[in-house]
């Protein structure tokens, strides 16, 4: 999703940092981090030199297509790390026995073909 997001949005954003697990009745995604051009979703949103540092790690799977746009400027800026620091614990993201049953299916996913 994230090469994806950044095709999408003409180069304005990269969605990143997904969390989750598919269920019998759909996807949950949780603790997603948006990076943007002009910094505008919190801290941990770290502009262009975030879009940048993702693409500098980024390497193309089966899940992306190649006439999809990528960022000139692919150097890496920031130190790269596993995992996240945003979230103290996991006790908060729900699990399929803690959540209510999802409606929609996976027609919103189908849309592009994944």
């Not at 941990?44 to 799977?61: E, V, Y």
Request: charged fraction near 15%; glycine fraction near 12%.
């Amino acid at each position: 999703l994230s090469h994806f997001s950044y095709h999408a949005s003409g180069g304005q954003f990269v969605l990143c940092d997904l969390q989750g697990g598919f269920y019998a009745d759909g996807v949950v995604l949780t603790d997603p981090a948006v990076l943007s051009r002009n910094k505008s979703f919190g801290v941990t949103d770290l502009g262009p030199t975030g879009i940048s540092t993702f693409f500098s790690q980024h390497r193309c799977n089966e899940f992306c297509r190649a006439d999809w746009t990528k960022p000139a400027d692919q150097r890496r800026y920031h130190n790269v790390t596993q995992g996240t620091s945003m979230v103290g614990s996991a006790a908060h993201v729900p699990t399929h026995h803690s959540r209510r049953p999802m409606s929609g299916g996976m027609a919103a996913i189908g849309e592009y073909g994944y």
